[in-house]
């Protein structure tokens, strides 16, 4: 399941799912804030995958990161326990606010992160950040 804002873009990563002959996607055109906080209940879901993030450089903008704390602290109530969040940006400075907003968040705890220019070869152990629960 995926969230996209912008209709033009749903209808490219639908295309895609189509294209790869995935029957299992099921794509909503809505915020990922609605997807989290209005959709989805607590508990309910196994893993989030959220790759490169708009990074809204521009100090002025921050304010519209989709990384704050409310919306990590929704993303853990809404995670199974042993849950899994994985990140991916390409953004240094949002990268660190990044670990940093995941980190304040009670039961999380960090995988290693990976460091790796779009388009190179995807490392056998891949990075990732884990919320609530798990070793
Ligand atoms: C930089 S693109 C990355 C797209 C894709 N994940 C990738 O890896 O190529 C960010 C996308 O997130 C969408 N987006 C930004 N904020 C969003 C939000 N709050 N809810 C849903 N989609 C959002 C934008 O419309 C844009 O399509």
Do not use: Q
């Amino acid at each position: 399941m995926g969230a996209e804002r912008v209709r033009t873009y749903l209808k490219m990563a639908a295309l895609r799912g189509m294209r790869k002959g995935l029957a299992n996607v099921r794509l909503v055109h809505t915020t990922a804030e609605d997807l989290l906080f209005r959709c989805l209940g607590e508990g309910s879901v196994a893993a989030f995958h959220v790759y490169f993030p708009d990074p809204w450089p521009k100090k002025r903008h921050h304010k519209r990161r989709f990384f704050r704390p409310s919306n990590v602290a929704r993303l853990a109530e809404v995670l199974a326990p042993g849950g899994l969040l994985r990140v991916k940006t390409d953004h240094e400075g949002y990268a660190t606010v990044i670990v940093e907003v995941v980190a304040g968040e009670p039961g999380s705890y960090p995988c290693p992160a990976t460091r790796r220019s779009r388009g190179s070869p995807r490392p056998a152990s891949r990075s990732s950040t884990r919320a609530r629960g798990g070793p």
